[in-house]
């Protein structure tokens, strides 16, 4: 049994508690589930796929997204490179990601991107 949308479903519970019906995953995809600048080369090439797996429609291009808002020009080239995030599956990837990384902020990970991934959190809660 593949554990990740009962895990979704719990990360969403706490970024976005309530009615969470405009996030239904419409669409389940492949997807390498950890990308983010040290996982990509040039040439372009895709490192460390030990967490692959299932997972909503634009979660790889949400996680670098959310890796990217350190740097509002490359999070805008990011989000202008993969329009799945204006989508509604694109919410609901967003919206997954952002909760994830917000849980490994709270581990003590990641706080660098405290700030922005609260100000993201905002915004996910406003569409």
Same mark, same amino acid.
Not at 39 to 47: D, R
Not at 103 to 113: E, H, I, M
């Given at each position: 049994m593949d554990a990740r949308p009962y895990l979704l479903a719990q990360c969403l519970d706490r /970024? /976005? !508690?309530? =009615? *969470? $019906?405009? %996030? #239904?995953?419409? &669409? +389940?995809?492949?997807?390498h589930a950890d990308v983010h600048w040290a996982?990509? $080369?040039? !040439? /372009? &090439? %895709?490192?460390d796929w030990a @967490? +692959?797996?299932?997972? !909503?429609e634009g979660f790889d291009a949400a996680a670098l997204y959310a890796y990217a808002l350190l740097q509002p020009d490359t999070a805008a080239r990011v989000r202008t490179a993969f329009p799945v995030l204006d989508s509604p599956a694109g919410l609901a990837a967003e919206a997954a990601v952002c909760a994830q990384l917000l849980?490994?902020? #709270? *581990? @003590? =990970?990641? %706080?660098? %991107?405290e700030g922005p991934l609260r100000n993201w959190a905002g915004e996910l809660r406003r569409r």
């Open positions: /970024l /976005l !508690p309530g =009615d *969470r $019906t405009v %996030l #239904a995953v419409s &669409c +389940w995809a492949t997807a996982n990509l $080369t040039e !040439p /372009l &090439c %895709l490192l @967490g +692959w797996g299932m997972a !909503p849980q490994t902020v #709270a *581990r @003590g =990970d990641n %706080l660098v %991107l």
